[in-house]
């Protein structure tokens, strides 16, 4: 049927150019199924549904002072609800690939602040802490522009050099050697054992 148009069924169409809405907003937001679209008089847009993901690097300082390279990966997609379509859809219906953009830098925010509240221990023992309060932190923010977070991965934490890290770790790194050292003595000792007593049974046998 001409002027028919149908969305993917991880897209919304928002049609535009009639009156809007019957809640004044300026699309009428389609999922699901189709719908008529008066050739001239409106206008079809398709808003992706679909997972993305944003990349974040960002050097942040502690409340210690020390600066931290923190990598993560944010995935998103826009809210299934009418109004987060109506919301996304006038911020980045002409350039979908603002999203992954703008969600970086919300996140890289929230981020530098959350870790800049934390000591080195607490980010690198508790990145589950860490990440829930960035989560929690951006989703006003996130909800605003009609975008809804799936899950926040805290890939690595990176101290540039400087050894503190290392030297958290290097506490249970030499316990983890010694563990490895007594258990290599212990089978030495078994296997050395086990020798003589071998030795010890040949010599009786070659006795009697």
Known sequence: ?????????????????????KDGTP????T???AF???FFRKASFLTLSMNESEVAEQCVTTQGIALNVKAVIAFKVGNDP???VNAGQRF??????????TGRIFAGHLRSIIGSMTVEEIVTERQKLATEVLDGSKGEM????????????QSIDDMGAGYIDAMAAPHNAAIQRQAK?????GLLLGLGGLLIGLRLGEIGRAS
């Open 143 to 154: 909800a605003k522009i009609g975008l809804v977070v799936d899950s926040l991965q805290i």
């Open 27 to 30: 699309f009428k937001v389609v």
């Open 182 to 186: 007594i258990a290599q003595a212990r």
């Open 1 to 21: 049927m001409l002027g028919y148009r149908v969305p993917a069924p991880d897209e919304a169409m928002l049609i535009s150019g009639a009156r809007g809405a």
């Open 83 to 85: 109004e987060s379509i």
């Open 37 to 39: 679209v008066m050739p």
């Open 93 to 102: 219906l002409s350039d979908q690939d603002q999203m992954s953009e703008l």
């Open 32 to 34: 699901g199924h189709g």
